[in-house]
């Protein structure tokens, strides 16, 4: 292997492990963080899901039971109207007020990524607990009509996090998808270029470097989704930690399955240019 190879091939590893991260995020930024229905629908899921749904019941049964004071009965009451709620969170109709107050969300959750200082990043659940009112009230349940329809938050994201998250947010976006377009070219070039110049074994020793800084990029990237995770729900409230917790993992789904596509590809690259590598040179020593 000649010395212009090995510094290639370093160079690749190199710039492929902070390309492909930085790639995926921004891309992830511009097209599923920014995009109404990519959010929308991702978070969608999540109706279903039994942190949210306890959350939701917890939330409403706790506005509602300030509105009312049944003496030595208001522990019945709240447990009875809490089973309640939790039992409609399992409904269609409570699907659709949980997309509808993801599609208003949406908007306050970008605005907040661009917001000033000491702003929270939450969710308003108030369109939730609206339908879940009129659901209630129309099949007579008592005290339903006591549940106060306001802003209801649930954090997502702590103001301190969000702050240190604002900017690394702004620079995604600015770039959108042009680092992963970008990097497909570098990648295209420099591996057609080594072919060019060096022959067919070049091209093999660039590709299996590409392989190997798609593998080591995927890592890094994994990391950087765990490590991010860990530190957005440190400053969550306790109360809102596992709805935090399953909006965070659903926005984030896309990009552990690209850690797996790019780890994939990564793995074909290296072992098949190492592969082609060997028997090129077994048939030429035959």
């Given at each position: 292997?000649?010395?212009?190879?090995?510094?290639?091939?370093?160079?690749?590893?190199?710039?492929?492990?902070?390309?492909?991260?930085?790639?995926?995020?921004?891309?992830?930024?511009?097209?599923?963080?920014?995009?109404?229905?990519?959010?929308?629908?991702?978070?969608s899921?999540?109706?279903?899901?039994?942190?949210?749904?306890?959350?939701?019941?917890d939330?409403?049964?706790?506005?509602?039971?300030?509105?009312?004071?049944?003496?030595?009965?208001?522990?019945?009451?709240?447990?009875?109207?809490?089973?309640?709620?939790?039992?409609?969170?399992?409904?269609?109709?409570?699907?659709?007020?949980?997309?509808?107050?993801?599609?208003?969300?949406?908007?306050?959750?970008?605005?907040?990524?661009?917001?000033?200082?000491?702003?929270?990043?939450?969710?308003?659940?108030?369109?939730?607990?609206?339908?879940?009112?009129?659901?209630?009230?129309?099949?007579?349940?008592?005290?339903?009509d006591?549940?106060?329809?306001?802003?209801?938050?649930?954090?997502?994201?702590?103001?301190?996090?969000?702050?240190?998250?604002?900017?690394?947010?702004?620079?995604?976006?600015?770039?959108?998808?042009?680092?992963?377009?970008?990097?497909?070219?570098?990648?295209?070039?420099?591996?057609?270029?080594?072919?060019?110049?060096?022959?067919?074994?070049?091209?093999?020793?660039?590709?299996?470097?590409?392989?190997?800084?798609?593998?080591?990029?995927?890592?890094?990237?994994?990391?950087?989704?765990?490590?991010?995770?860990?530190?957005?729900?440190d400053?969550?409230?306790?109360?809102?930690?596992?709805?935090?917790?399953?909006?965070?993992?659903?926005?984030?789904?896309?990009?552990?399955?690209?850690?797996?596509?790019?780890?994939a590809?990564?793995?074909?690259?290296?072992?098949?240019?190492?592969?082609?590598?060997?028997?090129?040179?077994?048939?030429?020593?035959?």
């Open positions: 292997m000649s010395a212009g190879s090995v510094a290639l091939s370093a160079v690749l590893l190199v710039l492929l492990t902070v390309l492909v991260p930085f790639s995926a995020l921004s891309a992830w930024v511009d097209l599923e963080i920014d995009d109404t229905d990519r959010y929308v629908a991702a978070v899921p999540l109706s279903s899901d039994p942190a949210v749904q306890s959350t939701v019941a939330l409403v049964t706790e506005k509602a039971m300030e509105q009312i004071d049944l003496g030595p009965l208001q522990e019945t009451v709240r447990d009875f109207l809490h089973e309640t709620v939790r039992s409609f969170t399992s409904t269609e109709a409570f699907r659709t007020a949980w997309d509808t107050a993801n599609r208003t969300a949406h908007q306050a959750v970008t605005t907040a990524l661009d917001g000033d200082s000491g702003e929270a990043v939450t969710i308003d659940l108030a369109p939730v607990i609206e339908q879940v009112k009129q659901d209630l009230v129309s099949q007579g349940v008592p005290f339903a006591q549940i106060p329809v306001e802003r209801t938050e649930i954090t997502v994201i702590g103001a301190d996090r969000a702050d240190t998250l604002r900017d690394s947010f702004r620079w995604l976006r600015y770039c959108s998808i042009w680092p992963a377009v970008a990097t497909l070219v570098l990648l295209v070039l420099v591996v057609g270029v080594a072919t060019v110049r060096g022959g067919v074994r070049a091209g093999l020793i660039a590709t299996a470097a590409v392989g190997a800084g798609f593998v080591l990029g995927a890592i890094v990237l994994r990391i950087l989704v765990a490590v991010g995770r860990s530190r957005v729900l400053e969550v409230p306790d109360g809102d930690r596992d709805a935090a917790a399953a909006v965070v993992d659903a926005l984030t789904d896309s990009l552990r399955t690209t850690v797996w596509v790019v780890l590809v990564g793995a074909v690259l290296l072992v098949g240019a190492v592969v082609a590598r060997v028997l090129l040179g077994r048939r030429r020593a035959g």
